[in-house]
T-cell receptor
Framework: SQTIHQWPATLVQPVGSPLSLECTVE??????LYWYRQAAGRGLQLLFY??????ISSEVPQNLSASRPQDRQFILSSKKLLLSDSGFYLC?????????????FGPGTRLLVL | GNSVTQMEGPVTLSEEAFLTINCTYT??????LFWYVQYPGEGLQLLLK?????DKGSNKGFEATYRKETTSFHLEKGSVQVSDSAVYFC????????????FGGGTRLMVKP
């Protein structure tokens, strides 16, 4: 069966520091991968998605970047964090065919920028 | 473009009450429709889905019917429990490259004993 992992679970970082959040998927090959942000009490905002290694699409301009160095690894990064980067970051995967559109989410990383 | 509109919460119910959370959508073509649930401090879990008109998705006592004529996918449960307290998200996938989902804003459900 497929599983998705995210780490760290919780992170407290000072403004201006770098960020690296990692997401890995097991039990599937060539998944689509997604990064979402959820501000406190708010809905989901799609940040990035990837349909293959090295292929990243950005949905909103921002202070963050994403990379996919391996088939089942998706990394969210920032060179300098802003206060507004605080939130709950969710990684998700889906299959690549039209009939595999369901997205499955990881447990999330809660980021607090002080 | 595609959009999903959910009733705003929070919805507060007593245990064993009937639940309805409204969801309507706008999309081109024939989207698939989903309900996800998010328990406090956790990621989203798929609750149920429907892929074509008149399909009924069901899981854990929850049901939703894909109504193309009213572009709706309302979530219902006959008797809620305290453990159903969570945020519920309606979403659609409009057969796009990348299988991207369009989410509603979420509805918080609070069930009191």
């Amino acid at each position: 069966s497929q599983t998705i992992h995210q780490w760290p679970a919780t992170l407290v970082q000072p403004v201006g520091s770098p960020l690296s959040l990692e997401c890995t998927v097991e039990g599937t090959s060539n998944p689509n991968l997604y990064w979402y942000r959820q501000a406190a009490g708010r809905g989901l905002q799609l940040l990035f998605y990837s349909v293959g290694i090295g292929q990243i699409s950005s949905e909103v301009p921002q202070n963050l970047s994403a990379s996919r160095p391996q088939d089942r690894q998706f990394i969210l990064s920032s060179k300098k964090l802003l206060l507004s980067d605080s939130g709950f970051y969710l990684c998700a995967w889906s299959g690549t065919s039209g009939s595999s559109e369901t997205q499955y989410f990881g447990p999330g990383t809660r980021l607090l920028v002080l | 473009g595609n959009s999903v509109t959910q009733m705003e919460g929070p919805v507060t119910l007593s245990e064993e009450a009937f639940l309805t959370i409204n969801c309507t959508y706008t999309a081109t073509g024939y989207p698939s429709l989903f309900w996800y649930v998010q328990y406090p401090g956790e990621g989203l879990q798929l609750l149920l889905k429907a892929t074509k008109a008149d399909d009924k998705g069901s899981n854990k006592g929850f049901e939703a019917t894909y109504r193309k004529e009213t572009t709706s996918f309302h979530l219902e449960k006959g008797s809620v429990q305290v453990s159903d307290s969570a945020v519920y998200f309606c979403a659609l996938s409009a057969n796009n490259a990348g299988n991207m989902l369009t989410f509603g804003g979420g509805t918080r459900l609070m069930v009191k004993p």
